[in-house]
């Protein structure tokens, strides 16, 4: 059975790109999040969220993926543009993929993701920087 995923990012063309690839692997997209007030509302519906940094309100990407993570229990990745801006990663959180994302590497992202959400073995995909 798929998971259900939350995808918050502010860019529509990618965030449907990662809806797209979601779906194709038999997970469920539960909906984009272009910004705070919208990921919150739409992290009950979700078991792993894939957030951006920056969003329509600002760099509020880390603080929402920790959010994410401690009060709603998600499996939360970060892909972003910007990694250096995690530092040495968010407590509770996975780890980031930077950007840009080919899809096969997308690919494998989501199903590391779900793995880990699942307590399944896993290997992270290259270019994944794994937080301790």
Do not use: S, W
Request: charged residues 20%.
């Amino acid at each position: 059975m798929g998971c259900r995923i939350l995808v918050v990012e502010d860019e529509v063309f990618v965030a449907t790109e990662i809806e797209y690839v979601v779906e194709e692997l038999g997970h469920h997209a539960v909906g984009i999040a272009p910004d705070k007030p919208t990921a919150l509302k739409l992290a009950p519906y979700a078991d792993v969220a894939f957030v951006d940094l920056n969003l329509l309100d600002g760099t509020t990407g880390p603080e929402i993926g920790r959010l994410l993570a401690e009060q709603h229990g998600l499996t939360v990745l970060f892909m972003t543009a910007n990694p250096g801006l995690l530092g040495n990663g968010i407590p509770g959180t996975v780890g980031v993929l930077p950007k840009p994302v080919g899809e096969d590497q997308l690919k494998q992202a989501v199903e590391y993701t779900v793995a880990l959400r699942k307590a399944q073995a896993a290997r992270a995909p290259r270019g994944l920087r794994v937080f301790n």
